[in-house]
């Protein structure tokens, strides 16, 4: 019965490291990736992406205040019904730039980065521990 209640706890701790190593470079990549779309870094880089991909150059600052936003809601405590809405938004855009990238015929080698981010953020939501989840019938869980 110990034994049990142990491996229990170690595969909780477990969990929970891995979910702040991935929500942790989740934010990271957060604020990086608006450092693009604000054109602070690698100049031209994101505006030329976007005029390949079709899409409009003040799409970046659109995207770029909401991933800056999404960042610090990925990490500080309470703030449930906002992380629900980070997770998604960063879902989102993962998924408009694989169909995007598709769209446009570029080849694998353009979806790596795009599916990569997607899985980081699909594992960062699907570990979070139980305060950090928002339920509708309450919004605590």
Known sequence: MI??????QKRSKTRLIIYWIFTG??????????TWDFNWINKGFAIGLMQHLGYPSY???IKGVCTLLAAPVFVLPGMRLLKEWAYFG?????????????????GFKALIGPIIFLLITVTSWALRPDSRKFNMAGGIV
């Open 59 to 61: 799409f970046l600052i």
């Open 90 to 106: 960063t879902f989102l855009i993962y998924i408009a730039a694989i169909a995007s990238h598709l769209a446009v015929g570029d």
């Open 3 to 8: 034994n049990q209640i142990e491996e229990t």
């Open 25 to 34: 470079y989740l934010a990271f990549e957060s604020i990086f990736s608006a």
